[in-house]
């Protein structure tokens, strides 16, 4: 079989559109007097007195370049990531619609925080070319990391080389070819249980099952998730690395994450969701929720029971 790399165009799209329009902020005082343009609101700030900040309002300008220039960058990104996984043919791959963790009766919507966020004016029209000249597939029912993950993990049972490409810290999880075209040279293979690293600067990272563990404690701020959040309590990457670090064996590793949602959650919740309706759950039930989130799919519907993994590990409930 030729070697592929799948691409993660969501990535992608976002990346060529943004960097194909400038963005400034007019700013207003409290009479709606014009004051001027600014690069960011930060800009601005530095500018006034704190204590003045908040009687100013601010409108977000988006000034898109020629569409032509977005293409080439697309055209160019791909070219290199193809060049660096050395693959005989590529696809790129969409997020569609139905993602099931949409679904999810989290507390807070998952990625309901990036529903306010300006988006690229040309991210559409970037989209449909990708759809149109780079042999894409677009998802229903999952994201497009789910897509990249079950593409990996086919290559890695079947023993094809087939890589997926993304600067996604959540493809980490997944066993098989790995490309992060930021910060690799070439793919690296991901196998096994994992293992886990903490810095300072870069938080926790990792790799294999104990990083998805580790991402189903911590949590995800950029797709809005934190698994705490119910608790009231704090907690972030160095207690998660220091809960896991020394943690080899799969019962252990599991052990470990459900007693510290037992610590959490002693006994059932009962909350109001984002979608306005009650639930109550116990620690299972809410770590499973967020489990849900961290875990990239392996294959077409290949949800992941919690309360089957712990009795197979002999965990007791």
Not at 23 to 34: A, H, I, L, P, T
């Amino acid at each position: 079989m030729k070697t592929q790399v799948h691409i993660d165009a969501d990535l992608l799209a976002f990346k060529a559109s943004a960097a194909a329009e400038k963005r400034f902020v007019k700013v207003f005082d409290s009479s709606g007097k014009y004051i001027g343009e600014y690069k960011t609101r930060t800009e601005f700030k530095a500018t006034v007195p704190k204590e003045t900040y908040s009687e100013y309002s601010f409108e977000d300008i988006q000034r898109p370049e020629p569409i032509e220039n977005a293409l080439h960058t697309i055209k160019k990104m791909i070219e290199g990531i193809v060049e660096k996984a050395e693959a005989d043919e590529y696809f790129t791959v969409l997020s569609g619609k139905n993602n099931f963790r949409d679904n999810l009766p989290l507390p807070s919507k998952y990625k309901g925080n990036r529903e306010d966020m300006i988006r690229p004016l040309l991210l559409n029209d970037v989209k449909d070319y990708i759809k149109q000249y780079h042999d894409c597939v677009v998802t229903d029912g999952y994201e497009a990391d789910d897509w990249l993950s079950m593409k990996a993990y086919e290559g890695y049972k079947s023993g094809n080389k087939i890589i997926q490409a993304t600067i996604d810290k959540d493809a980490y999880q997944c066993n098989g070819w790995l490309l992060n075209w930021d910060t690799m040279e070439y793919p690296v293979f991901i196998d096994g249980f994992g293992s886990l690293t903490y810095t300072r600067e870069k938080g926790t990272k990792g790799t294999g099952n104990i990083w998805l563990l580790a991402q189903s404690l911590m949590g995800d701020a950029t797709d809005g998730y934190k698994p705490c959040e119910l608790s009231g309590k704090k907690f972030g990457d160095a207690g998660c690395y220091n809960l896991l670090k020394d943690i080899t064996k799969y019962k252990q590793a599991y052990q470990a994450v459900y007693n510290q949602y037992k610590e959490w959650y002693p006994s059932p919740v009962t909350y109001t969701a984002w979608d306005g309706k009650e639930y109550t759950k116990d620690a299972l039930d809410i770590w499973q929720m967020y489990f849900s989130c961290a875990r990239m799919l392996r294959k077409e519907g290949d949800i992941i029971i919690l309360k089957d993994v712990l009795t197979k590990l002999g965990i007791e409930r």
